[in-house]
């Protein structure tokens, strides 16, 4: 077992950066144009380019050879407390990527040889108050730099070659709002853009935009009452403490110069107003910007257009997930983006509402969402005390912030559903915001079986324009990682068991599995070094969706391990 580093007596704000290997080869600039492009040696920017498809067109690794794939190499990060979730970058032969407390590493994607780590030092006992942590979901690279956000609330940038800090900047009172960073940040025309966790915690959710070069703040756009209009929204001045968040990163366009990013969900996460939420309970009003998708200047954070996904959000089904899938289709620049219920959203490049379509069967928080409008018909609103039937889908999400993959070869999408509900108890609560800031939820909760019977989960291959459904497989368990799809013919899905799987993307027959040992739930990639193409998985379980699958689903997780985790790279034999 690896022997856990010493923690200091007091906390500084300092940070140690251990050079193991002698640095990368002269790269290449990484910057806008070459992150638009998605080099297809290369895994640039969170989703692999700005038009998010999370998909490689390498095809080394393909349906007819995948059964030679071996483990190349494997990386252990260490105190990989509540497993790993990050999602690795790869650049000129070089894999990035993070590890639990915002731990750094750069590694020689051929031979996995460390070439150098960062490890910022942190508060542990702020660190012990958040919920939402210690793991971190990963870094954007741009302008010779390595970006990171901390816990504490701060935006690191490292030398790409030597791990070096070039600048940090201090973006959020973490001691006092109790949240920091855990998404990853977007490289974008010479900006930093990341955004807070912190839907359930009581403050207002705040991007930032930041100088990539100097670390200069440069805009902070509040999803909580970030405009006069959206004020108007929270009654009884509940956006002083209305959450909201932008905790996974969006994309890119440089057409129109315009950053997409999804928002969080607003506080307390469960309201008891019934159905006069217009007027009554913790929140009244729409409670604009939560659950909404927005457009923002990159270069300004001024607010161009935007759409809530779910006004008065009171599920938490918020729009967060940070997959904005830019498709040109029959002469229509399109985005698709993923609701945490469960529920697709089509839209046009100024988010007008163009379809939207559901890939869970058990949904009951509405009756539908208008597929020409977005408009939420028939909605469950809830009192205080027990609701009677159980809420579909869980807190969890009929999808989650794990992303699913466009091919462009297939034009297929290829996406987990997940399908699990939840018993509720709604209980009034009132926001605690001094000394530190508290989680207010407003209900207690717990797993429960959806009327169709068992829980599970299922990738489907679905038109990602109208869903309509090619092929689904079936798992006894969600799936809580991302997804891979490859020029191979190639759909890549690490379970929850610790099982990789490799399908035929036209057909979804199972061609190869193998068990990393642990479960997933973090992210996947595909790159090239030296002509030989390389597929790397996070493995480590762990968090807050995966805290219940030991007491629901028992077998394999009774004994999977705690606070572990590892980087395992494959190539063909």
Known sequence: MMKQPKRLAAPIALAITTTLAASAALAQTVDTARIESGGQNDWLTYHGSYKSYHYSPLAQINASNVGNLGVAWIHIPGRSTRGLQSMPLAADGVLYYTG???????????????????????????????????????????????????????????????????????LLDSQKLTVGFTGAPLYANGNVVIGAQGGEWPGRGPIFGVNAATGAKKWEFLTVAGTDDAQKTWGNDSWRTGGGGGWMPGTYDSETSTIWWGTANPAPLYDWSGGDWKTQGARPGDNLYTSSVIGLDVDSGKLKFHHQELPHDAWDFDSAVGEFLMLDRDGKKLTVH???????????????????????????????????????????????????????????????????SYNPKTGLYYKLGQEWCMTLDIVKTTPVVAPQAQLNIGANFAIAKPPSGEIYGHLDARDPVTGAKKWEVRFPEPPLASVLSTGGNLVFVPDSRGTVHAYDAESGTELWNHSDGTGHQGGIISYAVNGKQYIAITAGFGGMAADDYAPTFGGVYKSMPRDDGALIVYSLK
């Open 100 to 170: 639990s407390y915002s731990r750094v590493f750069a590694l020689n994607g051929a031979t996995g040889e460390v070439i150098w780590s960062y490890f910022p030092e942190l508060d542990e006992a702020l660190v012990a108050r958040q919920t939402h942590s210690p793991y971190n979901r990963g870094v954007a690279i741009g302008e010779g730099k390595v970006f990171v956000g901390t816990m504490d609330g701060r935006l690191i940038a490292l030398d790409m070659k030597t791990g070096k800090l070039a600048w940090e900047t201090k």
């Open 338 to 404: 993923p609701n945490k219920s469960g529920y697709i959203f089509v839209y046009d490049r100024e988010a007008k509402v163009q379809n939207v379509w559901r890939i869970t069967e058990n949904s009951n928080f509405v009756k539908n969402i208008d597929p020409k409008t977005g408009e939420l018909i028939g909605r469950r609103d809830f009192t205080a005390g027990k609701v009677s039937e159980p809420l579909c889908p869980h807190i969890s999400g009929g999808v989650s912030w794990n992303a699913g």
